[in-house]
C-alpha cells in the first residue's frame, strides 16, 4: 500500500521528471540528502532508475577536511539543507448500482446489487535539498577516502554510487485510507418467499510517520585517485565505474534477459524447485520476508563476505540452506535468478502478488503466460486504441480462473474482455514485462507439481 500512494504522489507531481519513489518504508530513512546510494540492475520491466541503500552517508567515506568540520557545517543552515513545503490531496469515490426483475409464472426473482470504492489522503509535504553549487564547493574541502572498504569493493565490482541531494519528505505523520463495499440481495417468490441479503468490505489503511522520505533524487559521483566528482551527463562522460547497461523493450529483447537470468533456475531438480518455489510464494504472503531474502541475495551478489545465508523463517530456510551448500558459481547465478525474480515481483502490487498464488492453486499460470506473451506481440509501449490476443487463451475451464486473469492483467495497465479485444489505459509496458517475468518464473518453478 504504501508503494502505491508514494507511486501516485510521485506521478502527480513530477509525471515525466526524475524523481524517483522510495518503494518501502522500512528503508526510508536512507534515502535522505547525503545518502549513497547504488543503482539496480537494470531491467526491461525497470526502464527507469531505481536504488538500492549501501548504510552509507557521504562524510564517512570522505577524508577529514582542515578544519576537521562534518559535511554538515559546510552549508548556510547548519542542517545542510534548503526546504520548500507543499500539500498533496486526492479524494476517489465511486459507486455503481444495479438490479435486475424477471417474472415468469408462478415464479418472480429479484436481484439487486451495489458496489463502492474510495480512497483519500492530504499530506503535507517538505522539499528538502542541498544546492548542487554547495556540493561542488564541498570537493575542494573534502577528497575521498580511497582506502575505505566500501570505496575498494565498489572498485573491484566496478559498480557506480550516486549521493541524494534531493528528497520530498513529510511535514506531519499522513494517513491513507481504501475502502472498497459490496452490497447484494437475492428475492425469489415460489410458493413461498425466500429473501437474503449480503455485504462485503474490505479497509486498508497505512501511517506514514513525520520526516518519512518519500522520493528522492541522486546524482552520480566519478572517483578517481582520491578526487571525487558530480557526474551530470554520465551517459556521455567516462567514469570510474562501468555504467548501467540499457535494454530496449520489444518482446524479444524480454525473452532473451529473462532466459539469460533464470535459466540456471531450469536445470533445478525436482526436490529443488518445490523449495525454491515454497521460498517465492512466502515472500510474495509477507513482505518481511521479501525484504529479507532480497537483502541476503544482494549480499551475495555483492560479495561483501558478511553475508550469512541463515534464517529464523522456516518458510525461507530450505532454499537459504540449499544456497549454503553450492559452489560459488552457482551461488552467484542462483542468487542473481532470485534477485531478478525480487525485481519483478516488486514491481507488482499487493493484490496482483494475491491473485498470482491464486493462480498458482488453480494451476493456471502456464495460461496466463501465454496470455501475457499474446499481449505482448503488439506495441503496447505506444498503442492507445484497440487491439486483439488470441480468445483461445483467455478460455478458461472455469469462470473464476478467467475473472482472476482478467482482473490481474488489468492492474498492469491493459483491459480485456472476452472476446479478446484490449486497451491499454496507460502506459503499460514495463507494467506488463514485471508480470510476464513473474508467470514465467513461477510456471518454471511449478513444474515439479
Not at 507488482?348 to 503466460?369: A, C, F, I, P, Y
Not at 506481440?377 to 486483439?388: G, L, N, W, Y
Not at 490476443?389 to 472455469?398: E, Q, T
Request: contains cysteine; negative net charge.
Amino acid at each position: 500500500m504504501f508503494k502505491k500512494v508514494i507511486q501516485s504522489i510521485v506521478n502527480q507531481m513530477d509525471p515525466r521528471g526524475d524523481l524517483v519513489p522510495v518503494h518501502s518504508i522500512l528503508d526510508h530513512e536512507h534515502f535522505r540528502p547525503l545518502c549513497l546510494v547504488r543503482r539496480k540492475r537494470k531491467a526491461i520491466f525497470h526502464p527507469s532508475p531505481c536504488y538500492k541503500r549501501t548504510w552509507y552517508r557521504l562524510d564517512d567515506v570522505l577524508l577529514p577536511g582542515e578544519d576537521n568540520k562534518s559535511t554538515e557545517s559546510l552549508f548556510p543552515n547548519g542542517d545542510g539543507q534548503d526546504s520548500r513545503q507543499f500539500t498533496v490531496k486526492k479524494s476517489v469515490s465511486d459507486r455503481v448500482d444495479g438490479s435486475l426483475s424477471l417474472c415468469v409464472d408462478p415464479t418472480s426473482v429479484e436481484l439487486k446489487g451495489a458496489a463502492s470504492f474510495s480512497k483519500q489522503w492530504s499530506i503535507k509535504l517538505e522539499k528538502n535539498y542541498i544546492p548542487v553549487p554547495e556540493l561542488e564547493a564541498l570537493k575542494t574541502e573534502r577528497k575521498m577516502n580511497v582506502n575505505h572498504s566500501f570505496i575498494q569493493q565498489l572498485k573491484k565490482k566496478r559498480q557506480n554510487l550516486y549521493v541524494v541531494h534531493e528528497t520530498i519528505e513529510t511535514l506531519e505523520e499522513a494517513s491513507y485510507e481504501e475502502s472498497t463495499k459490496a452490497e447484494g440481495s437475492f428475492m425469489s417468490q415460489l410458493y413461498a418467499k425466500f429473501c437474503a441479503k449480503g455485504t462485503r468490505e474490505n479497509k486498508q489503511s497505512i501511517t506514514i510517520p513525520k520526516g518519512c522520505t518519500l522520493a528522492f533524487r541522486a546524482i552520480q559521483l566519478a572517483i578517481t585517485d582520491g578526487s571525487w566528482d558530480l557526474e551530470y551527463f554520465p551517459e556521455e562522460s567516462r567514469s570510474m565505474f562501468v555504467s548501467d547497461g540499457f535494454s530496449q523493450g520489444k518482446l524479444g529483447a524480454l525473452e532473451e534477459e529473462v532466459k539469460e537470468n533464470c535459466q540456471v533456475l531450469s536445470k533445478l531438480s525436482s526436490d529443488l524447485l518445490i523449495i525454491f518455489l515454497k521460498a517465492i510464494k512466502a515472500v510474495m504472503r509477507d513482505r518481511n520476508l521479501f525484504q529479507e531474502l532480497t537483502q541476503k541475495m544482494e549480499a551475495v551478489l555483492d560479495e561483501t563476505g558478511s553475508c550469512k545465508l541463515e534464517t529464523e523463517s522456516p518458510d525461507l530456510r530450505d532454499l537459504l540452506s540449499s544456497l549454503q551448500y553450492s559452489s560459488r558459481h552457482l551461488l552467484l547465478k542462483l542468487a542473481g535468478a532470485i534477485a531478478y525474480t525480487l525485481d519483478a515481483l516488486d514491481e507488482l502490487t499487493e493484490d496482483q502478488l494475491l491473485l498470482l498464488l491464486e493462480s498458482l492453486e488453480e494451476k493456471v499460470v502456464s495460461q496466463q503466460l501465454k496470455l501475457v506473451e499474446s499481449i505482448l506481440e503488439h506495441d503496447i509501449e505506444h498503442r492507445k486504441e484497440h487491439f486483439s490476443v488470441d480468445a483461445s487463451v483467455l478460455s478458461f475451464s472455469r469462470e473464476k480462473e478467467q475473472k482472476i486473469t482478467i482482473a490481474m492483467v488489468e492492474m498492469s495497465g491493459v483491459k480485456l474482455q472476452e472476446d479478446g479485444s484490449a486497451v491499454c489505459m496507460e502506459e503499460a509496458f514495463s507494467a506488463v514485462a514485471a508480470l510476464y517475468v513473474s508467470l514465467y518464473v513461477l510456471d518454471l518453478l511449478s513444474n515439479s507439481d
